[in-house]
């Protein structure tokens, strides 16, 4: 039954009862029209089992169900393994979804900033800051909130934290040093400097969800680790010598560097001049060059890919560079599925459409709009609306939506999403 937590009190809701009228006589039974009742009864019985033989069960009504309610500062909250682990700033807790029980609470005596989840190790990790005493890192359980270890976090940037692995990265500028650690005991399984001045990736690996470490230095170096145990699986130098021009007030040079997949692309214009290089990764090997072409940040966008530079958005052949299509109205696009990107617009108060990947043809405006997975927010004053795919018509379904939330923070984790609100609690909605 979903919970409201409210000042440390839940209310269930009540079930109707149905009424009798026992005043009135009860009518004569009339044989013929008895037997013609219970032959239409038989036929209904015998279809309704059909129908549960052939489907299954009844189809789950769709909609947003409010499931749980915590109505006090909350410093970081994240979904996970069925439950909601949340962080107050003296407290961390874990809630058990949908029914929006407590499962249990460890508290801190320093203030907590933040926390992360390692489902594959039942590991939850917690970054709290004391007064003049630096930052710290604890790993607790997730089942049970006990402490697991801790230890000093100064100048440490969690990178990312699962398959049982916490991967941090200290030191910034010309040299940093990444570490992979044990999630669970906090044991150092490998540690390497690496000049990341120039990019560090690819994206997956921010989600635990990369093989190897891509670090590109300022002047090209490149070094590919794996992730498991940090070796070298390959290594190189894009040769980056980038030169400036007497007029300083508009840029002339500009470098990005990307990994898709197994590429790495990289964008440049120099003296006006642009150029877009493939690479594959390993080993390190040019495979194609375009020039004159669209400058910016490279993504997947499935039959094309995406090249940004915030002012427009083109998309350009996988196998050569070349522009298959320009959307000016459009600053940055990446894929939704299969056939269709998510893109925002270039003003301040972005707006958002879905567009068609193989035309770059828009396929439909969204208004204010946040894409979260599958899922999309829609803003529209004080009021937020969830759209969710609907596979019978390939286009989007609204399945509800939310008062006050503030959208621009909200995520998404499994079936449930969550979202602080201007009121100051913050709210999760189970997605059906």
Same mark, same amino acid.
């Not at 590109?216 to 145990?229: E, K, M, N, R």
């Given at each position: 039954?979903?919970?409201?937590?409210?000042?440390?009190?839940?209310?269930?809701?009540?079930?109707?009862?149905?009424?009798?009228?026992?005043?009135?006589?009860?009518?004569?039974? /009339?044989?013929?029209?008895?037997?013609?009742?219970?032959?239409?009864?038989?036929?209904?019985?015998?279809?309704?089992?059909?129908?549960?033989?052939?489907?299954?069960?009844?189809?789950?009504?769709?909609?947003?169900?409010?499931?749980?309610?915590?109505?006090?500062?909350?410093?970081?909250? &994240?979904?996970? =393994?069925?439950?909601?682990?949340?962080? !107050? #700033?003296? &407290?961390?807790?874990?809630?058990?979804?949908?029914?929006?029980?407590?499962?249990? !609470? !460890?508290?801190?005596?320093? +203030?907590?900033?933040?926390?992360?989840?390692?489902?594959?190790?039942?590991?939850?990790?917690?970054?709290?800051?004391?007064?003049?005493?630096?930052?710290?890192?604890?790993?607790? /359980?997730?089942? !049970?909130?006990?402490?697991?270890?801790?230890?000093? =976090?100064?100048?440490?940037?969690?990178?990312?934290?699962?398959?049982?692995?916490?991967?941090?990265?200290?030191?910034?500028?010309?040299?940093?040093?990444?570490?992979?650690?044990?999630?669970?005991?906090?044991?150092?399984?490998?540690?390497?400097?690496?000049?990341?001045?120039?990019?560090?990736? #690819?994206?997956?690996?921010?989600?635990?969800?990369?093989?190897?470490?891509?670090?590109?230095?300022?002047?090209?170096?490149?070094?590919?680790?794996?992730?498991?145990?940090?070796?070298?699986?390959?290594?190189?130098?894009?040769?980056?010598?980038?030169?400036?021009?007497?007029?300083?007030?508009?840029?002339?040079?500009?470098?990005?560097?990307?990994?898709?997949?197994?590429?790495?692309?990289?964008?440049?214009?120099?003296?006006?001049?642009? +150029?877009?290089?493939?690479?594959?990764?390993? #080993?390190?090997?040019?495979?194609?060059?375009?020039?004159?072409?669209?400058?910016?940040?490279?993504?997947?966008?499935?039959?094309?890919?995406?090249?940004?530079? %915030?002012?427009?958005?083109?998309?350009?052949?996988?196998?050569?560079?070349?522009?298959?299509?320009?959307?000016? =109205?459009?600053?940055?696009?990446?894929?939704?599925?299969?056939?269709?990107?998510?893109?925002?617009?270039?003003? &301040?108060? =972005?707006?958002?459409?879905?567009?068609?990947?193989?035309?770059?043809?828009?396929?439909? %405006?969204?208004?204010?709009?946040?894409?979260?997975?599958?899922?999309?927010?829609?803003?529209?004053? +004080?009021?937020?609306?969830?759209?969710?795919?609907?596979?019978?018509?390939?286009?989007?379904?609204?399945?509800?939506?939310?008062?006050?939330?503030?959208?621009?923070?909200?995520?998404?984790?499994?079936?449930?999403?969550?979202?602080? %609100?201007?009121?100051?609690?913050?709210?999760?909605?189970?997605? +059906?």
């Amino acid at each position: 039954m979903p919970t409201r937590v409210l000042a440390g009190h839940a209310e269930p809701m009540a079930a109707g009862v149905p009424l009798i009228d026992l005043d009135r006589p009860l009518p004569v039974p /009339d044989p013929g029209s008895a037997r013609t009742r219970m032959r239409s009864a038989l036929l209904l019985v015998a279809l309704v089992a059909i129908l549960l033989a052939l489907g299954g069960a009844a189809p789950a009504r769709h909609g947003l169900t409010s499931v749980l309610t915590v109505d006090e500062p909350v410093t970081s909250a &994240e979904l996970g =393994a069925g439950s909601l682990f949340l962080a !107050t #700033p003296k &407290e961390v807790r874990r809630y058990a979804l949908p029914a929006g029980t407590r499962v249990w !609470t !460890t508290s801190s005596e320093v +203030s907590v900033q933040n926390l992360w989840v390692d489902e594959d190790a039942g590991v939850v990790l917690v970054l709290a800051s004391g007064d003049g005493d630096g930052d710290s890192l604890t790993a607790l /359980d997730a089942g !049970t909130g006990r402490q697991l270890w801790s230890r000093p =976090a100064t100048d440490t940037l969690v990178i990312t934290l699962s398959r049982g692995g916490l991967l941090t990265q200290t030191g910034f500028g010309e040299v940093a040093r990444l570490t992979l650690d044990d999630s669970r005991t906090g044991r150092r399984l490998w540690s390497r400097e690496v000049d990341p001045a120039g990019f560090l990736g #690819p994206d997956e690996m921010y989600e635990g969800r990369s093989s190897m470490i891509v670090a590109v230095g300022a002047t090209g170096s490149v070094v590919v680790l794996s992730y498991a145990d940090g070796s070298v699986l390959a290594d190189g130098n894009l040769e980056l010598t980038l030169r400036t021009t007497a007029d300083h007030s508009v840029p002339a040079n500009f470098t990005s560097v990307s990994v898709v997949g197994d590429k790495l692309y990289l964008s440049r214009r120099v003296l006006g001049r642009a +150029s877009l290089a493939a690479y594959s990764v390993r #080993p390190l090997a040019e495979l194609w060059r375009s020039e004159g072409g669209p400058t910016g940040t490279v993504t997947d966008c499935g039959p094309v890919l995406c090249v940004a530079d %915030t002012r427009w958005v083109t998309g350009v052949d996988p196998a050569g560079g070349g522009v298959r299509w320009e959307q000016p =109205a459009w600053g940055v696009a990446y894929r939704y599925d299969g056939r269709r990107l998510f893109a925002y617009d270039n003003q &301040e108060d =972005a707006r958002a459409a879905l567009l068609d990947a193989g035309t770059g043809r828009v396929l439909r %405006t969204l208004g204010q709009s946040r894409q979260l997975g599958d899922l999309i927010l829609r803003s529209d004053g +004080s009021r937020t609306f969830v759209t969710v795919p609907d596979p019978a018509t390939g286009d989007l379904r609204t399945v509800g939506a939310v008062t006050d939330a503030a959208w621009f923070r909200c995520q998404v984790g499994g079936d449930y999403l969550i979202c602080p %609100t201007l009121r100051g609690d913050t709210s999760v909605w189970r997605v +059906s």
